[in-house]
């Protein structure tokens, strides 16, 4: 049976079949050309909107496009591998530069230990610490007194003579602190009263020496040529009085000047000397000060500049602009540049210039404090201490000391960041006690009783790096002895640090006699020693002087811990351990 026209078998009648075939070349779709369009259309309508505005801004087409991306892509990566070349290139040529083109700078090379002798001669009691050579290492400088063929001589031929001294006269020495050799020696002065090694003077620095009878002197520290030398008029039938100050520049040659006091019966004159030339600026102008003692200058925090004179009982006060006044008889250009401080003029009674204090007795010294808003004053009695603020002049605090006192001042950390004072008072005849008293309120926070003949060196200190400080004594410490030998004993070196507050290292000891003792950092923050002085003492006949040096830690790994409360609380090699692993800290 035949289907009917029109119709197709197994299909509804009236319905039109759509027959799609596979897009191959040379066959067309059935049921018009057109149908995969639309339904390409259909699925990614987007692409072809986006295609017909390409072809309607004359723009490239997709193939067009996919080229063009892929010569970009391929430009950029050529640009990176360009870059990183280029990066790795410049990284290897810095560091064969630092590596081999440019050096490493040299660390200087310090022996542990030395020792310099100066036969035939007398030590002063002074030393000062700077770095001459400027090889990145402190060195010392001291004074002693010799003949011409006596003292050592170092590059250049120096003698009293040559420099129109009479035999034996002082001299400074510059010795290296790296191995103890002789920088240079300059004869200074018939007779030593003052030295101060940190005068500055414009680039360079000196050494500022005010000897006996009545001269001045600055010494190049570098060279150790005196670059002028003159006699003072003002100690005429009058006594020069040290320390000499060094003031700011009064006479506008732009290098600092000093200032000099000389006693005259109950008056004090003043004179002030270019640092430049050692031209005098101007003299005279007398101060009452009966029984003048010492004297310290002060700066404020407005940059006044204060001079303090004290004497057995009494403080008095000048400002520098007056003393430069009455010195040259009109302000001129010093007087037009120094300042006066308001509090400080209250502070001062007008009429006598004395300071009012707190607490009474005999006078011993002055001492600058570093403080929290500025430097303060410590005023030492016989069996006192009172700290004065700094900035208004008046009383902080007065503590009460076991009585007498018997040693300068010396300044240390007990607690972190804080300012306290070391004292020595003299307990018996042959036994001192050590006290360590709070900056802050006076109080007495540690103490100790050593076993101590005359003439045993002061405390010293060394700051670490945990904000306090290392604590040397020197005496013997005896707990069961009641100190009545009639023979001194002996002088042993102790180190105290805060932290461990009941241990004693006992470091080492000395049978001679010790004119000074000191600890220095010889490199910032590093290489701690201390530094002997010993030998004759000037005033007595001349032998031989030796400045010697120690390392700390060598002293250290040998020591001897000593429990205070005779309780061993550690070993002994874990207290030197950790001794040992403290770090120090240079001051600022």
Sequence with gaps: MRAPAGRALGRPAGRATRRYTHNRPGMMEEGGGGG?????????????????????????????????????????????????????????????????????????????????????????????????????VQDILFAFRAADSAHNSSSRNRSCSREGLPSPCAFIAAVSGANGSTLWEEPVAEDLQFMDCSFQRGESQGCVVMGKPASLAVIDLKTGETVWRVTSNLALNSTMLSPLLIVPDVNGDGVPDLLVFAAAGEEVRSAFYSGKSGEEIGSGGGLRVPGWRGHLMQVTQTGAHYVLFYTANALYGYSLKQLYTRASGSEGHGGTSLKEDPRWQTAIDEATHQVPLLSTGEIRSLTKVPGRSGTDILLMRSATLELLDGQRLGSMWASDVMPPIQSEPVLGSFAPDEVDVVVESRAAPNRKKILIVEG?????????????????????????????????????????????????????????????????????????????????????????????????????????????????????????????????????QNIRDRFLRMRYRSPR
């Design 36 to 136: 995969g369009k639309d339904l390409e259309a259909e699925i990614r309508p987007l692409k072809k909107e986006a295609a017909a505005a390409g072809g309607q801004r004359g723009g490239p087409g997709p193939a067009a496009a996919a080229g063009t991306g892929k010569k970009s892509a391929g430009r950029l990566q050529r640009w990176r591998t360009a870059a990183f070349f280029l990066s790795l290139f410049l990284c290897l040529t810095v560091v064969f530069a630092f590596s081999f083109i440019i050096p490493c700078p040299v660390r200087p090379v310090s022996q542990k230990a030395w020792r310099a002798a100066f036969p035939g001669a007398a030590a002063y009691r002074s030393l000062e610490v700077q770095d001459v050579d400027q090889d990145r």
């Design 440 to 572: 802050s309120s006076g109080d007495t926070t540690w103490e100790l009783d050593l076993l101590s003949g005359t003439g045993t060196p002061a405390p010293a200190t060394l700051p670490t790096a945990d904000h306090r400080s290392f604590f040397f004594f020197w005496g013997d410490y005896q707990p069961d002895r009641n100190g009545t030998e009639p023979e001194g004993p002996p002088q042993n070196l102790y180190l105290f640090h805060p932290s461990f507050p009941n241990v004693l290292l006992w470091m080492n000891n000395s049978t001679e006699a010790i004119v000074a003792f000191q600890t220095v950092l010889f490199e910032r923050s590093r290489h701690a020693c201390y530094v002997l002085l010993t030998g004759p003492e000037t005033g007595s006949g001349p032998g031989l002087v030796v400045l010697s040096k120690r390392k700390l830690k060598e002293d250290m790994a040998g020591g001897h811990v000593i429990w205070l409360n005779q309780l061993a609380q550690d070993t002994e």
